[in-house]
């Protein structure tokens, strides 16, 4: 069955979208089909944008996190599914428990193409169901299911339970381990197994729901409002993917793990908790290593001529990843060189929905509060938890997915662990979400974007190691504020146009705005040009940014953990290097148009109609 | 002069890992290259000490050289 935009509801004019929102009431177990509005669609492009505007709209953002009164949001873009390279990319969009801010979590896999092939832009869960549930989407036919006995499985085995009891092979699951049911603040969703909406907690927003899973079968296909000009498109693109060595040689052989040498040679590879900033062991644990020893095949998402995935096996286990962030936030960030044990670590995270930059960095912050003797041995139930040792990144995992012992507090994440112990200047986190494998000291545009990103401590929303450290796409100097912060808010609002789309970031190594609104134009049937759709990146980013302050977010949260602002790295190749967020933040305020406190002005939403 | 070479990713195919190599005094990052049969357009990221150069730089003893395709991730 060929689905158009005109199945439901005739006067939906733009293509790539499906013009239908599928609206799901917990509470009362109704389910209701909306007409995407058109202009709404135009004004906030999908995904993470149009996710973000339903949550900002329907949810006080006061509301507790994990109450009725949050929505859960799965979006996908207007490319997602369609014939675009790396058009399979979906958001779940929702209030952070973690964080308190606007959420948004993105992954890949097929289950967002799916869900566009089913006929749906957007699924919005609302209220909460009474007993375990999960939706089942057959094209036009959704009903709420009974998910009681799916309800403490774990991801890969509920995952192959409820695809059989789908009925067709082909489903596609999106769900929960026993972490988000617990409600970790922590957890993740988890689409085919391995793939993850990692952070932020949205998967103990799904488990407060009592919402076990999404399953999908979609038959229908994302038609191109001009499937000539589509294909010229797209043959340019892969082309530029093709001719790009790190889309065609670097990322498919050795994956994002390629890093881990990279991101050490150049001294700002943080250890032990941020303590340190280079190893001399990094080669033990690097992509190069996986590649040699443990992996078997790379993998690749819907419609992915990159294929950056690692499908590994060790002692006869066989998953995938992991990939450079979870290697480092298992390895070198709690001391730990011994690379089968983050392997199954990475095993454990995604059996058990686990962010694993946020478990991995939780440990590490649990090691040094040992380490610092803040943690008694009499809490610890005689499972080591001290940095280098492989049993505590394994076995505190599995505590964490299983909420169990001190695993049970260390669930909620670095922030309020370190701070039950009066320490909370030791989670390295920004707005309570962990920060990942990239020490900021050393690199002040990546610094200012971790310090200001929307969800909290975060490196894909505004990835500028690409710049600072890779040369792309172009080498800037990592230690220089001058002009830093509109590369970065550059940097910020095209993720968020990618985002938003539905495409992977990876393809913004190889192209950029001119290639993606090209895209956005030959298959949605726009004329728009790139400052159009820049300038939709930037409205979204303002939407998140007022949300975050209409929920209590102040801009004095625009920071970097004590350690980083006030340190300098100890040792190593970029030895003596300090943080200069204090010169950079008051321009990145300016050069986003808002006041010098950091809030957006009337003229410049005006500018961006939002006001 | 003695300097440490570091290798990564693809480069280290029929190359190595790590090695000390002898250069003349005053040989530039460029030389090396020449040296190692890696070719200027195959480079991502030339790193010495762990401060990003390029091949016109000037070598000094002791110099820690660290030499990677084009690479990205996240």
Known sequence: ?611 | MLLEVRLFATFRQGRFKMKEIQLPEGSLLGELLVNLDISKKDVGILLVNGRHSNEDAILNAGDIVAIFPAVGGG
């Open chain 1, 1 to 611: 069955m060929k689905l158009t935009n005109y199945d439901f509801f005739g006067d939906f004019r733009m293509a790539g979208y499906c013009g239908t929102i599928l609206r799901v009431n917990l509470s009362t177990s109704e389910i209701k089909k909306e007409e995407l509005d058109p202009d709404l669609a135009k004004k906030f492009v999908g995904g993470r944008g149009l996710g973000t505007y339903f949550i900002a709209k329907e949810v006080d953002p006061k509301a507790d996190a994990l109450s009725e009164a949050n929505k859960l949001i799965f979006a996908t873009g207007p490319l997602t599914g369609s014939k675009a390279p790396t058009g399979g990319r979906y958001m779940v969009v929702t209030k952070s428990p973690l964080s308190g801010t606007i959420a948004s979590s993105n992954s890949g896999g097929f289950f967002g193409a799916e869900l566009k092939k089913a006929g749906y832009d957007l699924v919005i869960f609302e209220g909460k169901s009474a007993k375990p549930c999960y939706l089942s989407i057959k094209d036009d036919a959704v009903e709420l299911c009974d998910a009681t006995e799916y309800w403490g499985m774990k991801v890969s085995e509920a995952t192959d339970m409820l695809t059989e009891a789908s009925g067709d092979s082909k489903s596609r699951v999106s769900i929960i381990g026993p972490a988000g049911e617990k409600l970790s603040l922590i957890a993740s969703i988890m689409n085919e197994k391995y793939r993850a909406a990692g952070r932020s907690g949205v998967g103990a927003v799904m488990g407060s729901k009592n919402l076990k899973a999404v399953v999908v079968r979609g038959t229908g296909s994302v038609e191109s409002a001009d499937e000539e000009k589509t294909k010229a498109v797209i043959k340019d693109v892969l082309a530029k993917i093709k001719e790009n060595a790190v889309t065609s040689t670097g990322l498919p052989t050795y994956g994002t793990a390629i890093l881990v040498n990279v991101i050490n040679e150049t001294g700002i590879y943080p250890t032990r908790n941020f303590q340190e900033c280079y190893t001399t062991k990094a080669d033990q644990v690097s992509g190069e290593t996986l590649a040699e020893k443990y992996l078997v095949k790379n993998t690749a998402c819907y419609g992915c001529p990159i294929a950056c995935g690692r499908h590994c096996r060790v002692d006869g286990v066989e998953g995938e990843g992991p990939e450079y962030e979870t290697l480092w936030a298992y390895s070198t960030d709690c001391g730990v060189y011994d690379l089968p044990a983050v392997i199954k670590a990475n095993n454990l995270c995604n059996d058990y929905g686990l962010d694993t930059i946020s478990a991995g960095a939780t440990i590490a912050c649990a090691m040094e509060l040992v380490e610092k003797g803040l943690i008694k041995a009499v809490e610890l139930g005689g499972t080591p938890l001290e940095f280098g040792s492989s049993e505590a990144i394994v076995e505190w995992t599995r505590k964490m997915g299983e909420g169990e012992g001190l695993g049970a507090k260390m669930a909620e994440g670095s922030y309020r662990f370190a701070e039950s112990y009066g320490a909370a200047e030791l989670s390295m986190s920004v707005k309570k979400l962990e920060l990942p494998a990239y020490d900021p000291r050393g690199v002040q545009g990546y610094g200012l974007n971790c310090a200001t990103t929307n969800r909290g401590g975060c490196h894909v929303r505004g990835y500028l190691i690409a710049p600072e450290i890779l040369g792309l796409p172009e080498g800037i100097d990592r230690s220089s504020t001058e002009g830093k912060s509109v590369w970065v808010k550059g940097f910020q609002d095209l993720t968020a146009v990618i985002d938003s789309l539905g495409m992977c970031l990876f393809t913004s190594f190889a192209i950029g705005a001119s290639e993606y609104t090209d895209l956005f134009n030959s298959i949605v049937g726009e004329s728009w040009t790139s400052d159009q759709l820049m300038q939709a990146g930037e409205r979204i980013w303002n939407i998140e940014r007022q949300f975050n302050l209409d929920a209590g977010i102040e801009p004095c949260e625009d920071k970097l953990p004590k350690r980083i602002l006030e340190e300098a790295i100890p040792e190593g190749p970029s030895k003596g290097q300090k943080s200069k967020l204090g010169e950079l933040l008051g321009q990145y305020y300016a050069d986003r148009g808002w006041t010098e406190d950091g809030i957006p002005t009337p003229e410049k939403l005006a500018e961006l109609e939002l006001a």
